[in-house]
């Protein structure tokens, strides 16, 4: 700042600055305090690099067009955060996690699907039309970041969540991913005045209980000195950059967003790794389970309620018992047949993917 100074006395042109143009000034250079990075550039490269089937890019590719063709300004907000929620669960977060709503907080995926999953993403939604309340490059210190800052504290210090990853402001057309470490090391801090006021204000020992009170006589403030004390990296994403796009242009999107990123979900970078997801439908085709007997897991043949005659492993045992009239023996010679084709199966599909 003081280099910007010194050009303006150097050029001679400080004697007239009036103290407004300074103020705007002042401000543009507060806004440089947030770095705005692409999708591609906020993923890590370990998990950027690992290989995403065609089978989730086609479905990104379809829930995507779904999302964009939906979108109408003239709708709500309540509408706009329905298709958020769908993009999201339709995409990457059907199976194994829950959205939904958390108190007054819009949207939060949830660590898991299982009773007692905490949330792990807060999602502030706002409708198109609401520029006023969104959050932008030219409009940082907004209700919608404000409003960010008091979910986060409610997660963090009165519910003890130490789950939240990464925090999402989007208006349907705008997604601004912010990670929650960054809130963590300022908001958070003890030397931080926020902290003492969330208390004061979550037991009702301020002057106003509205949440509209905290937001402007907390939040605001001190989302201003978090701007003048740190620069912060923020992830902007606009899904209808990518609508035009196939293949692999889509896998910067479809990482972003994916609960490896947003949740931070180990990931495997190891070539020899299985998918979980891949692990338990082998199982299932060669027609076996994996049990817990105490702290080991073991690999076993289906218990007699669940076989399945079409599987692997009930095929070959129903050609060999005829021959093998040990039960054990006829087992342990078709499990030896089964896996030598799967490992076969398994060598040619890698030696199929790798480039030539």
Request: hydrophobic share 40%; net charge negative.
């Amino acid at each position: 700042m003081t280099g910007s100074l010194f050009l303006l006395q150097r050029g001679g042109k400080a004697q007239g600055i009036g103290f407004q143009l300074f103020a705007r000034m002042l401000s543009c250079y507060t806004l440089l305090m947030f770095t705005f990075t692409t999708p591609k550039k906020a993923i890590s490269t370990a998990f950027y690099m690992l290989p995403v089937l065609q089978s989730d890019i086609e479905r990104l590719k379809q829930s995507l067009a779904t999302y964009l063709q939906s979108g109408n300004p003239d709708e709500s907000e309540e509408y706009h955060k329905g298709l958020i929620k769908d993009f999201l669960v339709h995409t990457w977060y059907a199976r194994d996690y829950s959205i939904n709503t958390n108190g007054r907080e819009d949207l939060v995926i949830y660590s898991g699907s299982q009773a007692g999953a905490q949330p792990a993403v807060i999602i502030e939604a706002k409708s198109p039309a609401n520029s006023t309340e969104m959050f932008s490059a030219q409009n940082p210190n907004c209700k919608a970041l404000q409003e960010c800052v008091y979910y986060f504290m409610q997660e963090a210090i009165t519910e003890q969540n130490t789950e939240v990853r990464h925090i999402i402001i989007t208006n349907y057309a705008d997604w601004y991913l912010f990670d929650a470490k960054d809130f963590s090391r300022f908001f958070l801090a003890k030397t931080n005045p926020i902290v003492e006021q969330f208390r004061k204000f979550e037991a009702g020992q301020l002057s106003d209980k509205k949440t509209s009170y905290f937001y402007e006589q907390c939040a605001k403030p001190a989302i201003n000195r978090w701007l003048e004390s740190e620069a912060v990296t923020v992830t902007h994403v606009s899904p209808r950059d990518f609508a035009d796009k196939t293949g692999d242009a889509l896998i910067p999107l479809y990482k972003v967003l994916a609960p490896e990123h947003l949740l931070a979900k180990p990931f495997a970078n190891d070539s020899n790794s299985l998918d979980k997801h891949f692990y338990a439908e082998l199982l299932h085709i060669i027609g076996l389970e994996e049990v817990k007997d105490g702290g080991k897991k073991l690999i076993q043949r289906k218990t007699p309620a669940d076989r399945d005659s079409a599987s692997l492993i009930e095929s070959t045992i129903y050609q060999l018992e005829d021959v093998i009239t040990s039960e054990e023996t006829c087992f342990e010679t078709a499990l030896h047949l089964v896996i030598t084709w799967v490992n076969r199966l398994l060598f040619l599909k890698l030696v199929e993917s790798k480039p030539t």
